[in-house]
C-alpha cells in the first residue's frame, strides 16, 4: 500500500540517553521519523522513514489556523528476553481513522500504519529503553499542510508519526491523585469532537488542568456539557468507578473517547468476572456511594499511566476520600495485568502484544 | 514595546496579480510577514518584518498535537483618494486576547499588535488592490511553537502576521444564499471554545459544511449544543434576523463569537432608531414568523462578506424562502454603509477607520 518505504538514514545519530538519565514524557526524540503525504486526486503517497528534523510549511498552512489534525499515542515495551512488542496498534490505526472522519480528513490503510510503526521501531530499536517501566512513546498525527485561508477541509495533509523514549509514570508506584470536579468548562459536547482525538479537543482542556494545578488537584473530573452532573473523562483519561462490587465507566456517549486502555480494562474484568458496567453515571451517583461507604475504588485509565488511581475527589469545596486515599486492590491488579502483559511478564492470551 | 521591529527586506519581491486577476480569498501573499516570539520567563521579544517564508517547527511542536492557536481576520482598503485604511484593529486586537486567555496563551500588547499591522501594511502597501471591492485581508495568529509531548500550556508562542489580497465577495453583487439549519452535530457549547476564535472550532465544523455542501446549501446554521433551538452562527458568521421590523441578533452565551461586524451593525441599527435586540432566539420563532409572514430578512455577518443575505433556510427537509429569495432593503443599507466606510466613500463617524 502507497508502495515501498523509502528509508533515508539519519548520518548524525544522537546520543541516546543513559539508563540513569530522567527521560520524563515526550522530551527526548529518536533519530528518526515516518511521513506520508496525501494530496486530493493523488490520495496518500511518498511513504519515507528520514531523519528526525523540523516540519516546515507555508505560513498559510491550515494548520496554523483551523485546528484539522488528529493524533494517537501508543507505546513499544522491551521485554525482559530483549524482543521489542507494541501494545494493540491496530486499535489506534482504526481510532486514528475514526478521529479523522470527524475532521474531515481522509483515511489512511490501517494495515499500512501498523506495518509503518514496527518498521521505524525496528530503525530505532536501540531507542526502546530497556529500563523497568520505561518504554517507547509512539506518537503518529495527522496535519492539514494545504496554504489557503478558506475555511474547508485541506485538499492537502501529512501524516507523521515520531518517538520518543518515555520513563516510568510511576518512578516509585503507583500514586493516588487529587482530582477537582470541574463544572464550569467543558471539554467536548455531544455533537461536537470529543469522541475524536481532535488537536482542538486539547488546547480546550488546558485552562481547567490549570485551574485544577490552583486547586492542588492533579487533574479534572469532566462532566457533560450539557446536563453539568454525567461523569465524562478525567483529564485525558477515561474514569472508572467501583462501586458495592460493580465497576462502572461512562458509556460512550459521543463525546468521550474510545480509550484503548479502557477497552482492554472491561475485557480483563470480564475475564475475571468482576460486573463490568458501561452506562450513564452522574456526580450525584458518586457522592451518595461515598456518603454510604459503597465508593470503593476509583481511577483513570490510558496509555501513559496505564492507570491512574484517584485518592480523593473535590466537588463543591468539599473533598471526598476514596479508600483512605489508598492504591486499592482493583486498580493495583489491572496494573500489574496490563504491564506484564506489555513488558512480557504474563502470557498475551488476548494478542494484543505486536513483535517488531 | 517588544522593542524596535526589526526589518528585513524581501530581496525577491514577487509578481503582484494585475488588476484583472481572479484574487479569491487568503490564496495569494505578500512579500513579508510579522512574527514575534514568546517565551516563559522572557516574555514577548524579537519583533520583526521577515520576507514571508515557511514556518519551520519541531515535530514536537505542540501546534501540530494539542491545537493551542487562536487567529484573527481583519482588512485594509485603498480608498478613492489612493490612502490606505485598516476597519477596527484595536477590535481585532482585544479579541485576540480575549482568544488567547480562553486558550491559556498570553496575550500581546494591544497598542503593539496595531501598531505592528499598521507597519507591515506600510511595507507591503503596493500590495492593497486598488480594484473596487478588493482588499487587502490581514491574518493575525498565534500558535504554540513548544516542542514537548506533555499535555499543558505551551511554554513557547509565535505570533505571526501574514497578509493577502483578496477579490471583491461578492463580483457581481450581494447574492442570498441557501443555509442547512444544523441539528446534529455541534460547532461549541457553553463552557467551551465558541467565544474565542480558537483553530479547534473551524476544524470541529467542517463536516457539517460539507453536509450542507451536499443539501446544496452555502452553510449551516449552527443550533445551540444544548436546546438544539436557539440559534448561534451561521458557517463563522453571525446571524441576524429582521421580524416584524425589529433587528434580532442572538445574545453573546460564551459560545458565540463576539463579531466586530455584529458589534458594528448594532451600532448603524442604533443610529438609524431600527429596533435592535440581542436574546437568544429559536428556530421555532423564526418556523412561527415565516408562517405568519413577519421573517422580514436574515444575514450573516462576518469580516469576508461583511453581510450575507439568506435567501431560503432549510430545516427539516422544509425550505423557508425569506424575502422571495431577494435581497432584502436593510442588508443592502447596510452593506452599503459599512463597505462605504471602508473606502471612504461615507463619513467615518465612529473613528473605525485606521490609517496606515
Known sequence: MYGQIRFERNPHLKTKPGIQDDLGFGRIF????????YEEGQGWHDPRII???????????????????VFEGL??????????????????????????????MPPIDETFIVNAIQELVRVDADWVPSKQGASLYIRPFVIA?????????????????????????????????????ESHYARAVHGGTGGAKAAGNYAASLKAQVLAKEHDCAQVLWLDAIDKKSLEEVGSMNVFFKIGGEVITPSLSGSILEGITRKSIIHLLSDWGIPVTERRISIDEIVQAYENGTLEEAFGTGTAAVVSPIGSLLWQDTPMVINNGEIGELVHKLYDTITGIQYGRIADKHGWMVTC
Request: zero cysteines; aromatic letters at 10%.
Open 30 to 37: 529518536t533519530d528518526h521519523m515516518l511521513v506520508l503525504d
Open 145 to 181: 499542510t494545504e496554504a489557503g485561508l478558506g475555511v474547508r477541509p485541506s485538499s492537502r495533509y501529512s501524516f507523521v508519526v515520531i518517538m520518543s523514549p518515555v520513563g516510568a509514570y510511576y518512578e516509585e508506584g503507583l500514586q493516588p491523585v487529587k482530582i477537582l470536579v
Open 75 to 104: 507505546k513499544a515495551f522491551r521485554t525482559e528476553s530483549g524482543e521489542i512488542q507494541i501494545f494493540r496498534p491496530d486499535q489506534n490505526a482504526k481510532r486514528l481513522n475514526r478521529s479523522s472522519e470527524r475532521l474531515n
Open 51 to 69: 531523519p528526525y528534523a523540523p516540519l516546515s510549511y507555508d505560513p498559510a498552512a491550515m494548520i496554523f489556523h483551523y485546528g484539522q489534525a
